[in-house]
T-cell receptor, first 114, second 114 residues
């Protein structure tokens, strides 16, 4: 059974802290994605990666960075957390195939920044 | 730029009634379209992926149709049950994107009343 896991379901951090969110997939997928989801704004793409050490900005990359040192692991980093980064963070993965590239999601991390 | 719309934003039906969920997109040049289910506070669960060459895809009580020329997909859920209560999202991957990114609709929140 395919699986995407995220390091924490709930996380509470203080303003200014450095925050690491980790995502691991076991499907040997090339693509990995980080989204945030907020009420009324839907899913917004922060960053994605199509290969090890490769990354591309999504729609809202400001305040975030990412790291992909191994194919199965994609990390989202908040260098200095702020209250407006309180959100649900979702990781996903898919193949690079053009037509059949079903996207699979992790359970999400609810981050609260105080 | 591809825009994905789901109307209505919310829907309530009595148990046993068939559910009809709509997804429309502005650019018909797509590789595929995917339907997801999301329970409150959880990640997205993939329901069906329809490739651009397909007209429909079925899984159990679920049936999804795709009409690329009119930019529409419909998800049918037969004989709805209270356990079908969730938010349903659609996402498209269009041919203008070489990286495998998806564009998401805002979702339709469904309540099935006993």
């Amino acid at each position: 059974d395919v699986k995407v896991t995220q390091s924490s379901r709930y996380l509470v951090k203080r303003t200014g802290e450095k925050v690491f969110l980790e995502c691991v997939q076991d499907m040997d997928h090339e693509n990995m994605f980080w989204y945030r989801q907020d009420p009324g704004l839907g899913l917004r793409l922060i960053y994605f990666s199509y290969d090890v050490k490769m990354k591309e900005k999504g729609d809202i990359p400001e305040g975030y960075s990412v790291s992909r040192e191994k194919k199965e692991r994609f990390s989202l980093i908040l260098e200095s957390a702020s209250t407006n980064q309180t959100s649900m963070y979702l990781c996903a993965s898919s193949t690079l195939a053009e037509v059949y590239n079903e996207q699979f999601f992790g359970p999400g991390t609810r981050l609260t920044v105080l | 730029k591809q825009e994905v719309t789901q109307i209505p934003a919310a829907l309530s039906v009595p148990e046993g009634e068939n559910l009809v969920l709509n997804c429309s997109f502005t650019d018909s040049a797509i590789y595929n379209l995917q339907w997801f289910r999301q329970d409150p506070g959880k990640g997205l669960t993939s329901l069906l992926l329809i490739q651009s060459s397909q007209r429909e895809q079925t899984s159990g009580r679920l049936n999804a149709s795709l009409d690329k020329s009119s930019g529409r997909s419909t998800l049918y859920i037969a004989a709805s049950q209270p356990g079908d209560s969730a938010t349903y999202l659609c996402a498209v991957r269009d041919r203008s994107d070489s990286w495998g990114k998806f564009q998401f609709g805002a979702g339709t929140q469904v309540v099935v009343t006993p």
